[in-house]
T-cell receptor, first 116, second 111 residues
């Protein structure tokens, strides 16, 4: 069975610094996809970035990047030059490479607080 | 940009009553999903659908039914609502091997 674990329940950092949020996963599949989502204070859930397991390069998207360590089953989210608006809950999710509807397994989330 | 809408946005129901939550997407995605979000549990999958006419059980389907009458619409039905079903419900749509796009959520309170 798939499992996604985010051990950090809450992180607080100063504005304009870099923060890393951890995520480890369990799967028996050789091919899978990893996602990070952001949930704002209003409740909106927004897709941020993805990593396909067969790609060796770490994905980047704006001031978001990933630290993909496949041997450790780890996919960390790095946010550089943090802004107040980055304060939110961040979810890691994994999807297996199967046919049909793609099911996501989510971690429980990490709350990020950006202090001015 | 993906467009997933949900109605109602807020709902108060009585125990034993029937509740229907509706979701509409304009992305022409084949796959649609219903999740619930509770403190300490993150997002949990209730039902999902491959396309019009299909529904599949997710990880926590007990007490819920789903209906996919068309490509655009996916409903979650609580035939006999219970207080334990008080939660925030999210609908999402997506295509194979692509990300999922979420609706704004529905807050349901069952008294």
């Amino acid at each position: 069975a798939q499992k996604v674990t985010q051990t950090q329940t809450s992180i607080s950092v100063m504005e304009k610094t870099t923060v890393t949020m951890d995520c480890v996963y369990e799967t028996r599949d050789s091919s899978y996809f990893l996602f990070w989502y952001k949930q704002t204070a209003s409740g909106e859930i927004v897709f941020l970035i993805r990593q396909d397991s067969y790609k060796k390069e770490n994905a980047t998207e704006g001031h978001y990047s990933l630290n993909f360590q496949k041997p450790k089953s780890s996919i960390g989210l790095i946010i550089t030059a943090t802004q107040i608006e980055d304060s939110a809950v961040y979810f890691c999710a994994m999807r297996m490479n199967t046919e049909g509807a793609d099911r996501l397994t989510f971690g429980k989330g990490t709350q990020l607080i950006i202090q001015p | 940009e993906a467009a997933v809408t949900q109605s109602p946005r807020n709902k108060v129901a009585v125990t034993g009553g029937k509740v229907t939550l509706s979701c509409n997407q304009t992305n022409n995605h084949n796959n649609m999903y219903w999740y619930r979000q509770d403190t300490g549990h993150g997002l949990r999958l209730i039902h999902y659908s491959y396309g019009a006419g299909s529904t599949e059980k997710g990880d926590i389907p007990d007490g819920y039914k789903a209906s996919r009458p068309s490509q655009e619409n996916f409903s979650l039905i609580l035939e006999l609502a219970t207080p334990s079903q008080t939660s925030v419900y999210f609908c999402a749509s997506g295509e194979h091997r692509d990300t999922q796009y979420f609706g704004p959520g529905t807050r349901l309170l069952v008294l």
